[in-house]
């Protein structure tokens, strides 16, 4: 089940359940893994930036993969960025032996030419090995690195196995629609986008030429529900669905206490028996659970399913 650049729907951005004393929650990842497949995620993306990948050592990573790629019964994408290549090796190598369908390598901080983004990324391709599918992660907000569309479509035209970008530059509609034009005109070949920035413009995303979405929103069906309108011509059904999340997904997508919402959502949905982060990590205030708790109710006006 290797990923290709068919790849379309919703690739649910997992976080990593951890105890209260830090320790992994394997039990929870199962139940995360039942979870996302049961509100329609067509694939899983695991240990990224949200999935608190640097706090796991690579022994734990692995586990937290075999877990999740034995259960899913849908493609598994398997974060693998690392400082050298030597890791990033062992860890994309690992993953793909105990079943992950394509890894997702994001550009380290210091690169800032677009010379050196494209010579990083030849090197991480003959690191791993050219067989294993891999998805650029463009986002310069956290990653602080400007990809543009014409080095992006560089990466894609000198590497076959690149299949797909994970988008999420801000603003970024522009981008999509530059890369999709860079297909229609031939001088790229066609790879899959999904969507990151927690959906925060996937309504628009969509309209512009995306596939789907590979975000973290507690609420996947959301995610889910306005794809699939989208996708059926149903413009104004998916900005309804999108519009009534919209201050959930904004409430999750603060810097600093993002992830401790989701987590806190999670947890009350039954997909996690935690919030638990590992440390270094933020905490929500009893003011911010109130404040989510407020959305919720609110959410429950348009959505059943946030009837918690």
Partial sequence: MKLNESAAGVYSIAVTPFQPDGRLD????????????????????ILGILGEAPKLSEEESLAVTRAVAKRAGVP??????????????SLARGAMDLGAAGVMIAPPPQLRTDDQIVAYYA????AIGDDIPFVIQDYPLTLTVIMTPKVIRQIVQNHPSCV?????????????????????DGSMKRISILTGNGALFL????????????????????LVDVVRLAKAGERDKAHDVF??????????????????????????????????????????????????????????????????
């Fill in 164 to 184: 797909m970008l994970k988008h999420e530059d801000w603003p970024g509609l522009e981008k999509i629609s530059a890369m999709r034009g860079f297909e229609q």
């Fill in 243 to 308: 519009d009534a999340h919209l201050p959930l997904v904004r409430y999750e997508q603060q810097p600093g206490v993002g992830l401790a919402a989701r987590k806190y959502v999670l947890q009350k949905r039954g997909a996690i028996a935690s919030d638990a982060q590992r440390k270094p990590s933020s905490s929500l205030s009893k003011a911010a659970k109130a404040e989510i708790d407020y959305l919720l109710e609110r959410l429950a006006r348009h959505d059943p399913r946030a009837r918690i």
């Fill in 26 to 45: 394997m039990p929870s990842v199962d139940r995360m893994t039942d979870f996302y497949v049961g509100c329609g995620a067509t694939g899983l993306t």
């Fill in 203 to 222: 309504d628009f995303e969509m309209e512009r030429g995306a596939d789907g979405a590979m975000t973290g929103y507690a609420f996947p069906e959301m």
């Fill in 76 to 89: 598994v994408i398997v974060g693998v960025s690392a400082p050298g290549f030597a890791s990033m090796r």
């Fill in 123 to 126: 090197q991480a391709v003959e």
